[in-house]
């Protein structure tokens, strides 16, 4: 047997050896999934006979180490072909379900996916998360027929989700990859890629897999990745995104950290890159845009507020070595403010973040230290942007985040400055 | 008469220059070390302000937030200054050393052979002071963050708590290895250091009995009273 790769296990590299090559790879990463990953297997099975029919294709699912049964429903999982009108079926659909090697995390399971592509030298991937509940068999021909059929790189989703879902990526990663690299990707951590083959290769050869890209970091970096080195990007609207919540065990502090951090660490590898760019453009988007139903999210206004008072009060200590005076005033005078005029500025936060980044940037102190001490004020801008966004629809909350985009272009500079060469 | 004259005076007069004869190249070799020693710690002084100004080491330190500890502990001067300032000191206190062993004197040759072996001492209880001190910072740091991420009221109190009991328990370990009062140092350490754990105890036994309530079924049962479906990914 010919063992291609040290990062696959003996039984995978034999596996691969038995397929030889393949046109098409959906890369499904799990840890104790149980619930939900059967649909997901299922919808990929289905999109892949249906959109995909004459491609050889692989369905490699990377677990991490579940003791749950997630990998007997990755193995057991089949469907009913009448049932999705599929009359014409050749035997050219297999499936490699492998637990990872490397740091426990989802950027470890990801390793291994674009490693069995390299192997495989597909033409195409994908990578969708586990815990999806909406996903649909559309989804894999909007993600990889660009690749496949238009020449694209890299697919970025593009989902419609609650105005209270993914806070992270309306309050922090969307507007600021888009200010640094000029692409609108709306979903920047969105989790479910398409790319070619090559840039596949291109992941994998990148020496970043025992750092927090192995975690959480892993959907900002191939984002960033693929924009950074001129990868071609679009995206494709897939409908709702519903999904059971990432890592329950993960506390947001940890979540915030490693995502932060890997868009600060992105920041210094692409210094020269982002410093270049100074307007923004609209990427090619594929998909038939429509409105969905989307799940209610409860909020719990009170802890997050006493949470930003708190981490205000206590850890100006920390801030005062890095925030500019202005900022710490605000901060400051923020603590007394009530419910109703509890309200963080749009410029108030992109200076704060660009105070961070600069801090982290120059080393003021352990960045580990600095960014995780960004999650009480992180706190106090989502629960602003929740006062803010009460009564909103789903179109004027786009608008708000809009605005809060523009905020970043327009304060560009001021990072462009407190950075230095 | 002439011979009790001789013995009163002359003879120990002559002993006398016999000894100065004797001492006094070694004084003029000490003094001469000294000088050398000032001029020597002198020019290091120069040479390293200019090398550290050629490789900008002042900026590496303000980066490494050295300079920023410093300010916080009351040392206004930059860290490149304090390094000059320690090295000309040093360096002055070395050749002050060479200059009294070139003395000769027996009771200073005894002083300065128990100063040397008691040197290594002070040099593991000032490291063991500069440790604490950093892990304390560190440590008190890492509690501060953490507590109020989780929300926790008495994040501050509790990070000075850590921080101070750690700055006591290296100020306790560098003075036993000192040697200064070392039974007396350690009785009062164990006492208070009981005093403190009896203390939180009893206050948490008393007073936190329903926080722990909370955090345990928080934990084990998953309940919780933060009761929103947040996804923030």
Same mark, same amino acid.
């Given at each position: ?40 297997? =299922? ?34 999982? !089949? ?8 009359? *014409? ?36 991937? #994908? ?28 697919? %970025? ?39 070619? !083959? ?15 890209? %192995? *975690? ?22 897939? !409908? %709702? ?7 329950? #065990? %993960? ?14 660490? +992105? ?42 008072? +708190? ?15 202005? +900022?710490? =005033? ?10 109703? =005029? ?8 992109? *200076? ?6 600069? #801090? ?11 960014? =995780? ?18 009564? #909103? ?12 985009? *523009? ?12 950075? !230095?060469? | ?16 220059? /016999? ?11 000490? @003094? ?16 390293? $302000? ?45 050749? &002050? ?48 963050? &953490? ?8 994040? $501050? @109190? ?35 250091? $009981? ?9 948490? $036994? ?19 009273? /933060?009761?929103? &479906?947040?996804?923030?990914?």
């Amino acid at each position: 047997m010919v063992k291609h790769s040290d990062i696959l296990l003996d039984d995978v590299n034999r596996k691969v050896n038995e397929i030889g090559h393949a046109d098409i790879l959906i890369g499904i990463p799990s840890y104790n999934n149980a619930s939900t990953i059967g649909h997901v297997v =299922k919808a990929v099975q289905t999109g892949l006979l249906k959109y995909f029919p004459d491609k050889r294709s692989i369905l490699a699912n990377s677990d991490g180490g579940s003791i749950d049964d997630t990998i007997n429903i990755v193995k057991e999982s !089949g469907i009913d072909l009448k049932s999705i009108l599929i009359h *014409r079926y050749e035997e050219n659909l297999f499936k490699i379900s492998t637990p990872y090697q490397g740091i426990p995390g989802k950027g470890s399971a990801f390793r291994t996916i674009f490693e069995i592509a390299r192997v495989l030298n597909v033409k195409a991937c #994908a990578v969708v998360d586990s815990d999806l509940r909406s996903i649909t068999p559309e989804w894999i021909e909007l993600l990889v027929s660009p690749v496949l059929n238009n020449g694209f790189d890299f697919v %970025a989703p593009y989902y419609h989700r609650h105005k209270y879902d993914g806070t992270i990526t309306n309050t922090i990663i969307y507007p600021v990859t888009r200010m640094l690299y000029g692409k609108c990707i709306r979903q920047p951590i969105g989790g479910d890629f398409g790319f070619s !083959g090559r840039l596949a290769e291109f992941y994998a050869d990148k020496k970043v897999w025992e750092t927090d890209v %192995a *975690r959480f970091g892993i959907d900002i970096w191939m984002t960033t990745t693929a924009v950074a080195n001129g990868f071609k990007i679009c995206q494709s609207f897939l !409908g %709702a995104k519903i999904h059971d919540p990432k890592d329950p #065990a %993960a506390s947001l502090s940890s979540m915030l950290h490693q995502v932060v951090s890997s868009l600060f660490n +992105l920041m210094e590898e692409y210094s020269s890159v982002w410093h270049r760019v100074h307007d923004t453009e609209n990427i090619p988007t594929f998909g038939f845009v429509y409105t969905v139903g989307l799940e209610p999210v409860a909020v719990n206004l009170l802890p997050m507020i006493d949470k930003f008072k +708190l981490g205000v009060k206590e850890l100006s200590i920390l801030y005062k070595d890095f925030l500019s005076p202005e +900022l710490q =005033k605000f901060l400051s005078e923020m603590i007394d403010q009530s419910e109703d =005029k509890f309200v963080f500025p749009d410029e108030i936060w992109v *200076r704060i973040l660009f105070d961070f980044a600069v #801090a982290c940037h120059k080393k003021i102190m352990n960045t580990g230290h600095i960014i =995780k001490s960004l999650t009480p004020l992180y706190l106090g801008k989502v629960a602003s942007f929740v006062i803010e966004s009460r009564d #909103a629809s789903f179109d004027e909350v786009e608008q708000r985040l809009e605005s809060l985009c *523009r905020t970043f272009q327009k304060e560009k500079q001021y990072l462009i400055d407190r950075w !230095g060469k | 008469m002439l011979n009790f004259v001789e013995k009163l005076f002359k003879e120990p007069f002559q002993e006398f220059l /016999d000894t100065i004869q004797k001492f006094l190249p070694n004084i003029l070799t000490s @003094i001469l070390i000294l000088v050398s020693g000032f001029i020597t710690a002198w020019i290091i002084r120069i040479v390293l $302000g200019k090398i550290a100004k050629l490789l900008k080491i002042d900026r590496f330190f303000n980066n490494a937030g050295i300079a920023r500890n410093l300010e916080k502990s009351g040392i206004k001067k930059s860290p490149v200054k304090v390094l000059r300032q320690l090295l000309y000191w040093t360096i002055v206190f070395i050749f &002050t050393i060479f200059a009294l062993i070139f003395l000769k004197v027996p009771v200073m040759e005894n002083l300065l052979e128990r100063f040397f072996l008691y040197l290594p001492n002070v040099f593991i209880a000032s490291l063991l002071l500069i440790i604490g001190y950093l892990v304390a910072n560190l440590v008190g740091r890492v509690i501060l963050i &953490t507590q109020v991420n989780a929300g926790v009221k008495s994040a $501050g @109190i509790l990070s000075r708590a850590v921080r101070i009991i750690i700055i006591i328990f290296a100020f306790a370990m560098a003075v036993e290895q000192l040697g200064i009062g070392r039974e007396t140092v350690l009785i009062a350490f164990a006492i208070t250091f $009981g005093g403190i754990v009896l203390a939180l105890s009893i206050a948490l $036994g008393l007073g936190g009995k329903d926080i722990a309530k909370d955090f345990l079924e928080k934990k084990f049962k998953g309940s919780s009273k /933060d009761n929103d &479906t947040f996804k923030h990914l």
